[in-house]
């Protein structure tokens, strides 16, 4: 086998010591699997450029330490965990810094290895058509008003404000903003010790399940849903229910009884893009006083949602204190800002935030400060007015086009949203079929079987998110599809 270690002739470390701490560590690191056989002391001695002594006394002690094993007229290999073959057999016992170290004991892999998630190419932003969700058009972007509001945010007068440790505490210039100019747009009215800034919503949710989980407590989540939410439940909870969604949104009934926490998605359904009825709303508040539960309520989209009237959240209803609200400022700025909030009781947010506190402390304050100038001079909501705008016209011509290019798949999407959902009516082709094809055509759609308790009933969904992709590049990118999806029935026939 070839492989390359790096030997500094210069180095304070001996040459033998350096070969032998590189042949280890690619041991360790699996590179060199057992049996794998080395290369012979002469040609290895010719790469290194060292001599064969070196290499033969390197060779000795990787042998006597038992990471190799010699065969008489064969060489020397990799010597294996189990009984370690030939000579490492024989020496009976594992060095101390061989053994196992035990990562089955981690308690989160323990919980969600078997878990998946909605996954996208690294390099998603280099493909011409990608129809990537719940990221941004980069030219859409204020960058001139939000470097103008860091700027501010940085001066030298507040140097003590904003490079100082705030130990608990949230920048009261963006509470203020949260309380007074995003959350009266969506019907919530909060004072300051009801809401607490979070890393985006899903560092809220996080918190949350860790607030109110616990190992004989249930937590119930949309199927489909949120995939990253259910590891999140998974990891705090010890039993995860998964409650069906239908053209109304989650199904309200018997089953939630028992749960501790329901989390939903009630304003744009993640994944299937659906809103949730009054007469479910009103099912559901009803419900978890009756079933004695906390609804946690993703406000998903909620600040680019262009519907003239955008039904307000459950936390804005009589029974509010039943309520755990999240939301951000991921769709509407940028979601690698991580900015987002939370607003519940005062009793939670003090514990949250005390929660918080031993993980973090708090969000950076820069950020905050930057944010609520952004706020306050009014460019998030221009930044708003022109999302609105855009979507409209980007969400007209991706429904018509989706629909004349690709006929023979079930489209759902609800007019406010930025995604499609579709399914191939045939069950002929999967959705990871479709995605491998189209990635060769520099398309990018997202399977999102991760979403579904059941695999084999979300293997044939797939979305097309049109936040992040260039207006005029859906009608092609949607055409680029449609030839993916006509080879792939070729290739059936």
């Known amino acids: 086998m070839q492989f390359r270690i790096d030997i500094d002739k210069s180095g304070k470390i001996g040459l033998r010591d350096q070969i032998v701490a590189g042949i280890s560590r690619l041991i360790f690191d699996g590179v060199l699997q057992t049996n794998t056989r080395l290369p012979s002391c002469r040609s290895f001695s010719r790469t290194l450029d060292v001599s064969i002594n070196t290499v033969l006394a390197a060779y000795a002690i990787l042998e006597e330490q038992n990471f190799i094993y010699s065969r008489a007229r064969s060489g020397f290999f990799v010597s294996g965990s189990n009984g370690q073959v030939e000579k490492t057999a024989a020496v009976g016992k594992m060095p101390r810094y061989q053994k196992s170290l035990g990562w089955d004991r981690l308690n989160w892999r323990r919980r969600s290895e078997d878990l998946s998630t909605i996954v996208r190419p690294d390099n998603w932003y280099d493909f011409k058509y990608p129809f990537v969700c719940n990221q941004i058009d980069e030219d859409q972007f204020p960058v001139a008003q939000w470097r103008e509001c860091s700027r501010l945010a940085m001066n030298r007068r507040d140097l003590k404000v904003w490079s100082a440790d705030n130990h608990y505490s949230d920048s009261l210039e963006l509470i203020e903003q949260i309380c007074g100019r ?42 489909p849903g949120y995939p990253d939410a259910r590891k999140i439940l998974h990891a705090s909870f010890g039993e995860v229910r998964f409650q069906p969604v239908d053209d109304e949104g989650m199904i309200v009934d018997e089953r939630l009884r028992g749960s501790t926490l329901v989390f939903v998605t ?11 009825s009054e007469q479910r709303r009103k099912q559901l508040i009803e419900a978890a006083v009756e079933y004695d539960f906390f609804i946690v309520e993703d406000d998903y989209e909620c600040d680019v949602d262009y519907r003239h009237f955008t039904p307000f959240p459950l936390r804005s209803s009589e029974a509010k204190g039943r309520v755990i609200y999240l939301g951000s400022l991921s769709k509407g700025l940028s979601p690698g800002l991580r900015l987002g909030y939370l607003a519940a009781e005062t009793e939670f947010i003090e514990a949250a935030r005390d929660l918080r506190g031993t993980i973090l402390r708090h969000p950076p304050i820069v950020p905050q400060l930057t944010a609520s100038a952004f706020l ?7 930044q708003l007015r022109r999302l609105h705008r855009d979507y409209v016209e980007r969400w007209t011509l991706a429904d018509a086009t989706i629909r004349k290019n690709l006929p023979e798949f079930e489209i759902t999407s609800e007019f406010g949203g930025t995604n499609f959902v579709l399914r191939d009516r045939s069950r002929e082709l999967t959705a990871s079929k479709i995605a491998t094809e189209a990635q060769s055509h520099g398309v990018i759609v997202e399977e999102i079987s991760p ?7 979300g ?16 009608q092609p990118g949607v055409e680029a599809l449609a030839d993916s999806v006509r080879i792939l029935r070729r290739d059936l026939n």
């Open 451 to 457: 979403c579904y308790s059941d695999y084999e009933v």
């Open 376 to 382: 306050r001079f009014g460019f998030y909501d221009s």
């Open 459 to 474: 293997k044939f969904f797939f979305r097309l998110g049109m936040s992040s992709i260039a207006s005029a590049s859906i």
């Open 266 to 276: 009630p304003n744009r359904q993640f994944p299937t893009t659906v809103t949730m």
């Open 182 to 223: 995003i959350l009266p747009r969506r019907g919530v009215f909060e004072t300051k010790n009801s809401v607490l800034v979070t890393l985006g919503s899903q560092n809220g949710l996080y918190m949350t399940s860790q607030l109110l989980g616990g190992r004989n407590r249930a937590a119930t989540i949309e199927d």
